[in-house]
């Protein structure tokens, strides 16, 4: 007993990791302590030295407080943080509804282009949702919209926000998956604006063959002179679109890394602040307290994981994963991608992306490079870039996925009292469909993935 104990140690830890998180504790606390626990049970077990702790230190400090890109993830949440709390978000809403008043659907249309816009940046996926629900959801329903179209249309384009440059998820992919950030950017635009065309696509035909789910705005509803309607796109568009073409494109253009480039996001956030005549002390105050707890939370889970997965390894974990792999004859590489796929979904019910990040990719990715793509993908020195998209447009789909998609409860905490989570579900199918058809169109042609990245020479 103690011999079979002892050789699946590995594998009774990520098992015992699961039900504890299960079980209501925090991640970060849950992967650092189950570190701390099997680490002195293998020592007890004669299979880890105690001494070998110390090396979690020095990856914590090399791996993650040294790492230059993680830099800019607390830059991009602070960005997020600052237009989210300067109300920018709201005054971008009104300019793009005024802008496309006479388009058929044009207040959802506006909100899903500013679900684009915007919602990447704020890079936290219960936070974009919460902010287009309550600035774009009373309008829409005021508006005579229908109530599912309306929740499926903001589910979407906030949930869109951890899939479209610059998502804070991309960059802690990249660094996972030992691969270019760059080049990760690239090939999640693509992915990125293929579902929201389809999104508009859809709400574009809805408005056109049933106009009673999305009434056109009044002649009046807006500006009535040239002058006020440019002043409105001036406070409201310009400096919101100006800053986002900023950001990716010093990144696209390979003027500025991402952590630069998160650093001219901050900077640019705080001048449409004042622009907008919000900047006050405030104001900040509050941007930095958000920022702070929501860089606490990343960076607490991402230590934690840190010494899971050396603990993990060390113990023999991915090689007993492999041969448990192998027991369910998930032995081949399109095997254990489908695998990875569904595993990922289901994932994304009860956990977060970054949870999901920091605890799959670690341990799986290594051994799906043991398996060539090449046939596929023309290299297999490109799998990872193509699986990091796949996995990003895979997460977006759990969680909006009914009956446990994250978003579903984000928009019914927000949402009026006449909403109910009936309407919620049936709001998501739709847009759930759609999804799925993008996750299918990028595994069948990986060159929706992978055709910007070599235009841009970033994969070798």
Request: with cysteine; aromatic share 14%; net charge neutral.
């Amino acid at each position: 007993m103690i011999d079979w104990f002892t050789d699946y140690l590995a594998l009774i830890m990520f098992g015992a990791m699961f039900f504890v998180i299960f079980c209501g504790y925090p991640v970060a606390y849950v992967m650092g302590g189950m570190s701390m626990v099997f680490a002195i049970l293998g020592y007890i077990l004669g299979v880890f030295p105690i001494q070998a702790m110390s090396n979690v230190i020095l990856r914590m400090w090399g791996g993650v407080a040294l790492d230059q890109v993680l830099v800019s993830v607390p830059m991009f949440i602070f960005m997020g943080s600052i237009l989210e709390r300067s109300g920018s978000a709201k005054d971008m809403l009104s300019a793009t509804e005024i802008l496309l008043k006479r388009c058929p659907g044009g207040l959802a249309v506006s909100v899903m282009v500013m679900g684009t816009i915007l919602a990447a940046p704020i890079g936290v996926v219960g936070a974009a949702v919460v902010l287009l629900s309550l600035i774009a959801l009373p309008p829409m329903l005021e508006a005579g919209y229908n109530k599912q179209l309306a929740i499926g249309t903001i589910g979407a384009a906030g949930t869109l926000g951890i899939l479209i440059p610059p998502a804070i998820m991309l960059v802690i992919m990249a660094e996972m998956l030992n691969a270019n950030a760059g080049a990760i950017f690239f090939a999640a635009t693509m992915p990125g604006l293929m579902l929201a065309g389809l999104y508009l696509l859809y709400i574009l035909a809805v408005a056109i063959i049933k106009p009673e789910w999305a009434p056109r705005m009044p002649k009046e509803y807006g500006p009535q002179t040239r002058k006020e309607f440019w002043r409105v796109m001036w406070t409201g568009l310009f400096p919101m679109t100006f800053l986002m073409i900023v950001v990716m494109g010093s990144i696209f253009a390979g003027w500025a890394t991402a952590t630069e480039s998160a650093g001219v996001g901050v900077f640019g956030s705080f001048i449409i602040a004042w622009l907008n005549g919000k900047l006050n002390f405030r104001m900040t105050n509050d941007a930095i307290r958000s920022a702070c707890r929501a860089n606490g939370m990343v960076f607490m889970i991402y230590l934690g994981a840190t010494g899971f997965s050396y603990v993990f390894r060390y113990l023999g974990g991915d090689d007993l994963m492999i041969s448990t792999l192998d027991y369910f004859s998930i032995n081949t590489g399109w095997r254990l991608l489908i695998f990875l796929m569904i595993l990922i979904f289901l994932l994304g019910f009860p956990f977060e992306w970054i949870e999901i990040c920091l605890i799959v990719l670690p341990i799986f990715a290594p051994i799906l490079m043991k398996y060539d793509f090449s046939d596929h993908i023309g290299s297999n020195s490109y799998l990872m870039c193509w699986f990091a998209a796949l996995v990003a447009v895979n997460l977006q789909t759990a969680f909006m996925s009914p009956p446990f998609g994250a978003t579903l409860f984000y928009m019914k905490g927000t949402a009026p009292p006449g909403i109910t989570m009936t309407d919620v579900y049936r709001g998501m199918y739709p847009f759930v469909a759609l999804q799925v058809l993008g996750l299918l169109l990028c595994l069948y042609f990986p060159s929706i993935v992978l055709w910007l990245p070599k235009v841009a020479g970033l994969l070798d």
